[in-house]
């Protein structure tokens, strides 16, 4: 086999680089449009991405067109009861964000990407920004489609409420920016761990099995804090009434940003630090 | 256009991975990086390639550590660890990933592509590649932004004939165009086709650091095994100079230095009786084994204790 286009024929192509001065660098623009590439490339994406979006949706029709007005102890909110489907998306999005990091460490794909770009966080602040904005995007259209839908069944019920009333809209948006970071924090969490089963094990555990044990410790305090962990945060995020008892939306979404950069800022860390 | 090292050291916990390795790789030859399996090639190329940090010493691409390099891939080109891919993405989104840090337009990417052979199978999710098309895919990668310095670690593994004597031609253009070519074998053979220049190591320390030629003279010394009654007296009478005697049995010698005829005229002047005397050629491969011999980190054992396994 002949290799004379491997060697790049042509002015400057003489083997020296010299090809490399004439326009080749790595630029954070350019990182962010590889890491794009990168996460449009996969299958899993477009799975994961689906299911969030029929999960959602589809959960959301089902509830409205079963909702009986029971007073019980189910949700009593009008845009909490037609985003339960969201739930789903809390899981599979920061799945998601591990798969984009993590899976990097377990197919070996990391070292190609880290000796293209050897100073290595622009391609984590890369992952984080395009899976962060791709899943406030979807998140905020998915859910701008369901609320509609959904309280098309709910007219009648002490829930029903329109996009104009008040705390919705904002309940709608501040559901995608805390689903957002959520899926930061995961992309942090694979970034830290490197291990796909490690980062979903440690996300389940700190974030959904801690917060439902810590709170039989004998300490009120514990519960308090509990209601800060970015899971149990989203609840007043997705609720256009937060009952008095949870934090303020503003304080829900601070926490969760602060998590999201708590763990991203640990990432960073150990991508300066340590051998990939 | 070089790699230099200068007093590279890795450790990873209590083991030293690379211990204080100073050599320098310039362009336009083919450099061999040769050593048994664990003598620290891979760690030294991840150093070079700014994987890993180095524990003491340094490691410069050009003039400049490698992430100090604005446009790194257009420096170096690695072939690291065959499978750098990730198993779900096709060939071609891998590469365009690549290039598109860099700036490098797609059609460098369908070229190198094209180049390696991969044209048919671009589209492909890499997870499905066999070893030889995954090494052709790393070596794409490695080409990718036309570097001046291309680093390849074990490139014919797992490539057919026909691969491997693409992979050398490829080698020898590579440095004929004037590139610093740095390519690492535990197989003295296929360095001895392609490179000019060896750097040998074994337990990450510096062996050699010579030419293949040179390496050739030395190694070129031929040995004579014998068998005598008298083999401590024969001993006694080809010591001098230049001459080695070792033994492995009562009764028998390995003589280098000395050639047959030369021992079996000695033997006959002063009455030695001799049953056996054999000239063996060393090989290069044989050379290079006992040059590494103290240095390889995992021993089979001897071919006769397999046997007696065996039986």
Redesign the interface.
């Known amino acids: ?1 002949s ?6 024929p042509g002015p400057g ?5 010299a ?3 004439a ?5 954070y623009p ?2 962010l ?3 794009w ?2 996460l449009w ?4 994406t477009w799975y994961s991405l689906a299911a969030v979006v029929v999960l959602t949706a589809g959960i959301g029709l089902a509830v409205g067109a079963t909702f009986t007005d029971g007073g019980g102890d189910g949700p009593q909110d009008p845009v909490e009861v037609t985003l339960l489907g969201l739930n789903f998306g809390l899981l599979i999005l920061p799945v998601l964000g591990i798969l984009t990091t993590a ?2 460490w377990s ?13 290595r966080l622009p391609v984590l602040w890369a992952k984080a920004a395009a899976l962060g904005a791709v899943s406030f995007v979807l998140m905020l259209a998915t859910a701008l489609a369901t609320f509609p839908l959904a309280q098309a069944f709910l007219a009648d019920t002490p829930i029903a409420a329109g996009l104009g009333d008040p705390g919705v809209a904002r309940a709608l948006v501040t559901t995608a920016a805390g689903a957002s970071l959520i899926t930061v924090l995961g992309v942090a969490a694979g970034a830290l761990l490197r291990s796909i089963p490690a980062s979903i094990g440690a996300f389940v555990g700190v974030l959904m099995v801690l917060p439902n044990v810590a709170p039989l410790l004998p300490y009120e305090w514990v519960g308090d804090a509990v209601a800060y962990t970015p899971l149990a945060a989203m609840e007043p995020l997705a609720a256009a009434h937060p009952p008095p008892d949870l934090p303020t939306v503003g304080a829900a979404l601070v926490s969760i940003a602060v998590w999201a950069a708590a763990a991203l800022a640990a990432a960073a860390l150990r991508l300066r630090r340590s ?2 | 256009m070089t790699i230099e090292a200068r007093g590279l050291t890795k450790r990873y916990g209590e083991k030293t991975a690379v211990d204080d390795l100073t050599f320098t790789v310039r362009p336009g030859t083919v450099t061999g990086f040769l050593g048994p399996n664990g003598a620290g090639k891979s760690t030294t190329m991840r150093l070079i390639t700014g994987l890993d940090a180095p524990t003491h010493g340094s490691v410069t691409v050009n003039g400049r550590p490698y992430d100090r390099h604005p446009a790194p891939l257009a420096e170096v080109g690695a072939l690291l660890e065959a499978r750098s891919v990730h198993t779900g993405r096709s060939a071609y989104k891998h590469l365009l990933a690549l290039a598109l840090t860099h700036g490098i337009p797609r059609a460098r990417v369908e070229e190198v592509i094209e180049a390696v052979g991969l044209a048919g199978a671009a589209r492909r999710r890499a997870g499905g590649f066999s070893l030889g098309m995954g090494q052709r895919l790393g070596i794409a990668a490695a080409l990718l932004a036309d570097p001046a310095v291309v680093v390849l670690d074990e490139p014919v593994n797992g490539l057919d004939p026909e691969g491997v004597l693409w992979i050398r031609g490829l080698l020898k253009d590579l440095a004929a165009q004037g590139r610093t070519v740095f390519v690492s074998s535990h197989l003295m053979s296929e360095m001895a086709l392609t490179a000019e220049h060896l750097v040998v190591v074994g337990r990450g320390r510096l062996l050699a650091d010579t030419t293949v030629a040179e390496f050739v003279r030395s190694a070129g010394r031929d040995e004579v095994s014998l068998r005598s009654p008298q083999a401590g007296r024969l001993r006694e009478l080809l010591a001098g100079p230049g001459v080695e005697v070792a033994s492995d049995a009562p009764g028998e010698l390995r003589v280098r230095g000395v050639g047959a005829e030369d021992i079996g005229l000695t033997a006959a002047a002063h009455g030695v009786p001799l049953f056996e005397l054999t000239p063996h050629r060393v090989s290069l491969e044989e050379a290079f084994m006992e040059l590494t011999r103290d240095a390889v980190e995992y021993h089979a054992p001897a071919p006769g204790r397999t046997e007696e396994i065996a039986a």
Do not use: F, H, N, W
């Open positions: 086999m290799t004379p286009s491997l060697t790049a192509g003489t083997g020296t680089g090809r490399g001065g326009g080749y660098r790595v630029t350019r990182v449009r590889s890491e590439s990168k490339s996969l299958r899993s899976g990097e197919t070996g794909t990391v070292r190609a990407t880290m000796a293209a770009v050897p100073r051998d990939v």
